[in-house]
């Protein structure tokens, strides 16, 4: 079953994705304004089971997707998480002992099937094809052992960037990485129950059909069971957070000279298992 958040005739719903269209389930659960806050209560096998009785409610064409957690405490991204993202640095350095982290705001991602946003200020507009985890049982320092029962969903994410101002200052990124609508996530939720769904999946990264990004999350050099324990150690985790996890080399920075996002372009990005985000682009209206 698939977790989804969406709008419907400016009214804001979560629901199960299906086929036939979405079937809206918050109308049944008042209590639970977001998928958040069902994660958070615990209650996805709930809400599912609900599902499974139930017909669609919006057919295809009658609604818009959204982020499907919009309201997390927070957003962790992690960078140069694969062995030859790394070495696309050319700086000689193995890969280090240690994982790049950024915070990523939940404005600066949209839904599936919406644009990616190009701002007038750069065209420097990059794709990263990752995974994101949502955790469903909070916890601090948690075991890396234990780590892998406290997420709760996985879903899709373009971790989209805007390449010279994660150059603007010496130590941080977070400028590049926080453009609204630059970046997307979804479609859906699909809820974690076997290590084997993020263990060692395919992830791809497909720009007009042309791949780009292709790798397997068993080659990541910080295994999302590490970045749990990692993240947990310093600021306490919460049910909806989410991680970012990592995209594989072959971002269009990296091609000489760089292939930006345009206008008019198709990123898709598919996780295995988990299934397709597939965005347009389009230039910001002022």
């Not at 700086?91 to 990616?116: E, K, V």
Request: hydrophobic share 40%; proline share 9%; net charge negative.
């Amino acid at each position: 079953m698939k977790l989804a958040t969406f709008t419907a005739e400016d009214q804001h719903f979560w629901g199960a994705a299906t086929p036939e269209g979405m079937i809206a389930l918050s109308p049944d659960f008042p209590q639970w304004p977001s998928l958040r806050d069902v994660i958070a209560a615990g209650a996805i096998e709930q809400v599912v089971a609900a599902a499974r009785e139930s017909a669609a409610t919006h057919p295809e064409g009658s609604f818009a997707w959204n982020i499907p957690i919009p309201d997390p405490e927070k957003i962790i991204c992690v960078g140069v998480n694969f062995p030859d993202r790394n070495a696309e640095y050319r700086d000689g350095q193995d890969a280090p002992p240690n994982m790049s982290l950024f915070p990523r705001f939940p404005r600066s991602f949209t839904g599936h099937d919406q644009p990616l946003v190009r701002p007038p200020e750069s065209h420097q507009l990059d794709y990263e094809g990752e995974i994101a985890i949502v955790i469903g049982k909070g916890g601090r320092r948690i075991p890396e052992a234990e780590a892998l029962s406290h997420i709760a969903a996985l879903t899709v994410c373009n971790e989209g960037t805007v390449r010279d101002w994660v150059r603007h200052a010496k130590f941080n990124v977070t400028q590049g990485k926080n453009w609204d609508n630059s970046g997307a996530m979804g479609p859906w939720l699909v809820p974690f129950t076997d290590p084997d769904q993020i263990v060692d999946i395919k992830l791809t990264t497909r720009v007009n059909g042309e791949v780009r990004q292709e790798d397997r999350t068993g080659r990541m050099l910080f295994p999302v069971a590490r970045q749990i324990a990692y993240i947990s150690t310093f600021t306490t985790l919460v049910p909806g957070d989410i991680i970012v996890t990592g995209t594989p080399t072959g971002a269009g920075a990296r091609f000489d000279p760089p292939i930006w996002l345009k206008p008019g372009d198709v990123v898709e990005i598919e996780a295995e298992g988990i299934g397709v985000l597939r965005n347009t682009v389009a230039d910001e209206v002022l």
